[in-house]
């Protein structure tokens, strides 16, 4: 009986995780008036651990291959349309479309910027692949101008994403106005990720 403990202990500590983001769900969806189907998943799962290691082991796969749905944003935003085309004499313009998104959830598409040194809480979207060598040339790099810099849910705010390759669609709330970034760079165009 031993011998099959120590797996099961471990198999159960690795779907901590799911469990966490089973119950980030079931924290962020409305309280209906009756347990969803999830959520009464996950007490049975909760209770038989002390009873069953196996039989929660189940539940909480159950639970986790249930697909996580996320609402449809407001609007897609592609990142050309941040600013009027062309650039008059007052410099970059925010375009109407960005500003009437402003504070509603939109969808985004674009490649994650690769940094040598990423900084932790959020990291940047650009139209096309983009690397920054902040070393060698500080400041002074290919940054495009429609750079929307992608924060992470407050939950997340201190983990460094590393990079990821290809095209990106992500979803979020649009946040505008000048902010000071941890890396130091101020950033226009935010998006902050659902949790």
Request: aromatic share 6%.
């Amino acid at each position: 009986m031993m011998e099959f403990a120590e797996p099961l202990r471990r198999e159960l500590l690795a779907t901590r995780a799911c469990a966490d983001r089973a119950q980030r769900v079931a924290n962020s969806s409305p309280k209906p008036t009756e347990a969803s189907p999830r959520r009464r998943a996950r007490l049975i799962a909760w209770r038989a651990v002390s009873h069953s290691p196996a039989l929660a082991l189940a539940l909480l796969a159950v639970a986790c291959a249930t697909p996580h749905v996320v609402p449809p944003a407001d609007a897609e935003l592609p990142l050309t349309d941040f600013f009027v085309r062309p650039v008059g004499p007052r410099g970059l313009e925010p375009s109407p479309t960005l500003l009437a998104l402003r504070g509603k959830r939109v969808s985004v598409r674009g490649y994650m910027v690769a940094e040598e040194e990423p900084y932790p809480g959020f990291f940047m979207l650009a139209q096309a692949p983009v690397a920054l060598a902040e070393r060698a040339d500080g400041p002074a790099d290919d940054l495009p101008p429609a750079t929307l810099y992608v924060h992470l849910p407050a939950d997340q705010r201190w983990s460094t994403v590393g990079f990821v390759p290809g095209p990106l669609e992500l979803t979020g709330t649009l946040e505008l106005g000048a902010e000071e970034e941890l890396s130091g760079r101020i950033s226009y165009v935010r998006l902050q990720l659902d949790d």
